[in-house]
């Protein structure tokens, strides 16, 4: 199922998608331009959070990889930064060098503005025109006891006009199997599998009872397409299973010790180190009291202040969270939080990258019309085994791209089809292979995004750790730390330690703690992280010596910020309000840029339990070659060591 062996007579240019495309422009149907008809293709909705959304388009290009399909990618919706009507989505190219992608992993790639028009287009402009098409798609999210009858809800369908009808992935597809009732991740295999016939006609076959019908036609649910494979989300995937994460927060000197860690380690390495002071930390901390503890951490932690540099009014929206983690990929050294996938790809690309050290409502409009087939529950890593288990094999998904594996799917699913808005049932459609949510999937973990961080990930190792920044977003977090460290934007900026502090929305993991304070790791665990960082930075052979600390985070209160300012002025953060980038660049642009800000450090330092922190964490390890940490949260002391 690795798609390998001889091209296929469309390969051609990864570049050029007109081998694949009978238009340069988008079209009023998807199905009528596509153009190779042996080409066979995959998309998933977003629908989890920028961050997790980033890891679920990784997820879907390595499905891709995995059945031979091109990945035709959404665009990111504005879960975090506003309403779709306020904000709008930003395309996938507009944050990622996809022409450095698609000739890395030597696949074509493309995006759904590719290949239909949305429909706010047709309704702005006479000449343009979006028909509503109906589409089968699998969904993943109907694995979870809680919306066990309800695909994921994502924008995408209905900004594209597709009126889709989903069949569950079998419960089998999760990660046990189906052994354990309460998973809800799926295994990539599992879900991979589904882009095959034997496999996709089986989930098919068990899951068309329950497919959900489109809008359009409520009594005739549509069968998952084939062509265009698609899945309702690609987040909740895995490969191995994974310990339950732990439900606290963890001080800010928890950070700090394992700043100085990496800062020692960073010194020791061969050729003389490197000491990195300077610790730029990132948050999504609001507290300023949180930030007090981090300014207090000293002169050489400092973040990014957004507001300040008013961020979102001169660059957008997006911008203060992808300079955060465009901050923390470009450290030497990283420090991050456990759990958070945001620290966690700033710590890989930080290592990869920098060869460092990382410890308002959308206005409705009816036009998509979905008929759902849920997949077989043989489709959970428990094969079904588990009661209550959503975790999806990857590979089972997957099947159902192919012939025989779509065929006993199908046989098996096909009195679950949910019918249409008109109540016809539509099987899953072929060509445009299609799921629900391809977030809850995996190999073997158990636990959400457990496979996406390991070590051995194929997400990350073969895809996340490719999907750079585009030019015009990396050189603007450039420009913005250039600012904040003092420099010449025609200067190299200096190493520093990028700090993803997860706060805000972590709030209602400490219900059973009235005082947040001692559910959160204080500021001072967050300066002994990144002191630590800084020391295992000069430690390495190649040591350096990185002072400066730059800080994300989703607190507002000033007094944490005030925190964060006293531990010294080479600790710092991009003040998106300040610095007006919604304004300037959009409202995407504060999250999207403090992402990038985060995989620019040289070391990392996040939030245990947050995607922004691990996936920062990520980037700053494989791609400033950094090194980074997560800081435990969730008690008094629970990132002492």
Not at 456 to 466: A, M
Not at 600 to 617: E, L
Request: a negative charge.
């Amino acid at each position: 199922m690795s798609g390998g062996g001889r091209l296929a007579p469309w390969v051609g240019s990864f570049a050029d998608n007109s081998v694949l495309l009978n238009s340069r422009k988008p079209t009023s149907r998807f199905r009528d331009n596509l153009r190779a008809s042996d080409a066979k293709f995959i998309t998933a909705w977003p629908s989890s959070g920028w961050t997790n959304d980033v890891m679920a388009a990784m997820n879907l290009v390595y499905m891709g990889m995995l059945t031979g399909r091109v990945p035709v990618i959404p665009p990111f919706t504005p879960s975090h930064v506003g309403s779709m009507n306020e904000v709008g989505p930003i395309a996938f190219r507009d944050v990622f060098d996809v022409q450095a992608l698609t000739y890395g992993l030597g696949i074509h790639i493309l995006e759904w503005d590719d290949l239909k028009n949305p429909a706010i287009a047709a309704a702005t402009n006479m000449n343009v025109s979006s028909e509503v098409e109906r589409l089968g798609c699998w969904s993943t999210w109907m694995l979870n006891k809680v919306d066990r009858e309800r695909p994921r809800d994502s924008a995408v369908p209905q900004w594209y006009n597709l009126d889709v009808s989903y069949t569950p992935v079998p419960p089998s597809f999760t990660l046990s199997h189906g052994h354990q009732k309460d998973q809800y991740y799926a295994s990539l295999w599992s879900l991979a599998s589904l882009a095959y016939p034997k496999s996709r006609d089986w989930a098919w076959a068990t899951q068309r009872s329950r497919t959900l019908p489109t809008t359009t036609d409520p009594k005739e649910p549509v069968e998952p397409d084939d062509r265009m494979l698609c899945f309702d989300l690609l987040y909740y995937i895995g490969l191995a299973n994974e310990e339950e994460a732990k439900a606290c927060f963890a001080p800010a000197s928890a950070y700090a010790r394992r700043v100085k860690e990496i800062q020692d380690a960073l010194r020791a390495r061969p050729n003389g180190g490197i000491d990195a002071r300077h610790v730029l930390v990132t948050s999504d901390e609001r507290n300023p009291e949180w930030w007090e503890e981090i300014a207090e951490l000293g002169a050489e932690w400092g973040w990014i202040d957004h507001a300040t540099e008013q961020t979102v009014q001169k660059h957008g929206k997006w911008y203060p969270v992808i300079l955060d983690a465009v901050f923390q990929s470009m450290g030497v050294g990283f420090v991050g939080t456990d759990h958070s996938t945001m620290s966690q790809l700033a710590q890989k690309r930080v290592e990869d990258w920098n060869q460092g050290l990382g410890a308002e409502k959308l206005a409705y409009m009816l036009f998509v019309d979905v008929s759902f087939t849920p997949v077989p529950p043989t489709f959970t890593l428990s094969r079904g085994a588990i009661e209550n288990d959503y975790i999806l094999s990857t590979w089972a998904l997957a099947s159902l791209a192919y012939p025989e594996s779509r065929q006993r799917q199908l046989d098996w699913q096909r009195h679950r089809i949910l019918p249409d808005s008109s109540g016809k049932k539509v099987e899953p459609d072929d060509q445009l292979l299609c799921y629900d949510l391809l977030y809850y999937i995996g190999l073997v973990e158990s636990a959400p995004a457990g496979d996406f961080f390991a070590d051995y990930s194929p997400f990350w190792n073969l895809v996340g750790t490719r999907m750079h920044w585009t030019k015009p977003l990396t050189d603007l977090a450039t420009q913005y730390l250039c600012r904040q460290f003092g420099v010449p934007e025609s200067s190299p900026v200096p190493p520093f330690i990028s700090v993803h502090i997860r706060r805000s929305d972590f709030k209602m993991a400490c219900f059973t703690e009235k005082d947040p304070d001692k559910c959160f790791a204080p500021v001072k665990a967050y300066e002994r992280r990144v002191n630590e960082i800084k020391q295992s930075l000069r430690s390495r052979p190649n040591g350096i010596d990185v002072t400066k600390v730059i800080v994300t985070s989703d607190e507002k209160d000033p007094k944490w910020w005030d925190q964060i300012a006293a531990l010294g002025p080479e600790w710092g953060w991009i003040d998106h309000k300040a610095e007006r980038t919604a304004e300037k660049h959009g409202q995407w642009y504060p999250m999207i840029l403090d992402a990038v800000i985060q995989s620019f450090g040289t070391g990392f330092v996040g939030t245990q339990h947050s995607t922004m922190s691990r996936i920062a964490h990520k980037r700053v390890h494989d791609w400033q070659d950094g090194l980074g940490v997560e800081v435990q949260w969730g008690s008094l002391g629970a990132d002492d060591h």
